[in-house]
């Protein structure tokens, strides 16, 4: 069962709309191809200084392991998907926007709408990937500490965030 608290959209037949022709969707296997394809493109970039092999090597997991395990929302405009996001509980284990795409409030409306669906979240991203620490930074997130990415040897930040207005309204109660 899905619930959508959504602020200045419309829900139709299980879409959500925000403006013409555009919303976000929980993800179909049908759509996993061009998610695996966003990933890649957008994790050579912004991920510069981790071999370009292990991205390659990781296509085929990212489509038959990861995406299936997690719970994955796209963002589409005109039946083009631009982005996505897949949830593993509370943990955000992927936000990846198109390369075209990147830096017009995509991934924030992303963020914005599993947001909505939970009380805290967290997340790992490399320390080196500067310009998503401050994205998340600014969007409410909090350094926990650094850690160690296992597979890449790269520093990494465990980052969390929470609803304190969930938490307050759980004490008026």
Same mark, same amino acid.
């Given at each position: 069962?899905?619930?959508?608290?959504?602020?200045? +959209?419309?829900?139709?037949?299980?879409? /959500?709309?925000?403006?013409?022709?555009?919303?976000?969707?929980?993800?179909?296997?049908?759509?996993?191809?061009?998610?695996?394809?966003?990933?890649?493109? #957008? +994790?050579?970039? #912004? %991920?510069?200084?981790?071999?370009?092999?292990?991205?390659? +090597?990781?296509?085929? &997991?990212?489509?038959? *392991?990861?995406?299936?395990? +997690?719970?994955?929302?796209?963002? &589409?405009?005109?039946?083009?998907?631009?982005? $996505?996001?897949?949830?593993?509980?509370?943990?955000?284990?992927?936000?990846?926007?198109?390369?075209?795409?990147?830096?017009?409030?995509?991934?924030?409306?992303?963020?914005?709408?599993?947001?909505?669906? %939970?009380?805290?979240? %967290?997340?790992?991203?490399?320390?080196?990937?500067?310009?998503?620490?401050? $994205?998340?930074?600014?969007?409410? $997130?909090?350094?926990?500490?650094?850690?160690?990415?296992?597979?890449?040897? &790269? *520093?990494?930040?465990?980052? /969390?965030?929470?609803?304190?207005?969930?938490?307050?309204? *759980?004490?008026?109660?």
């Amino acid at each position: 069962m899905n619930i959508y608290v959504v602020i200045d +959209s419309i829900i139709l037949q299980g879409r /959500i709309i925000r403006g013409k022709g555009m919303g976000i969707r929980r993800a179909k296997e049908t759509d996993y191809d061009k998610l695996v394809e966003v990933w890649y493109q #957008a +994790s050579i970039k #912004a %991920h510069y200084f981790v071999k370009l092999d292990f991205w390659t +090597s990781m296509k085929e &997991e990212m489509k038959i *392991k990861y995406l299936p395990m +997690s719970t994955t929302y796209v963002i &589409e405009e005109k039946n083009t998907i631009i982005g $996505f996001v897949s949830m593993v509980d509370n943990y955000l284990a992927a936000l990846f926007i198109d390369i075209k795409y990147q830096r017009k409030g995509y991934g924030k409306e992303l963020l914005n709408f599993i947001k909505t669906q %939970h009380n805290d979240l %967290h997340l790992k991203v490399y320390q080196q990937n500067i310009n998503t620490v401050l $994205f998340y930074l600014k969007n409410g $997130f909090v350094i926990l500490r650094q850690l160690i990415d296992e597979d890449t040897d &790269e *520093k990494e930040y465990l980052m /969390i965030w929470r609803n304190i207005y969930r938490d307050i309204n *759980k004490t008026r109660e």
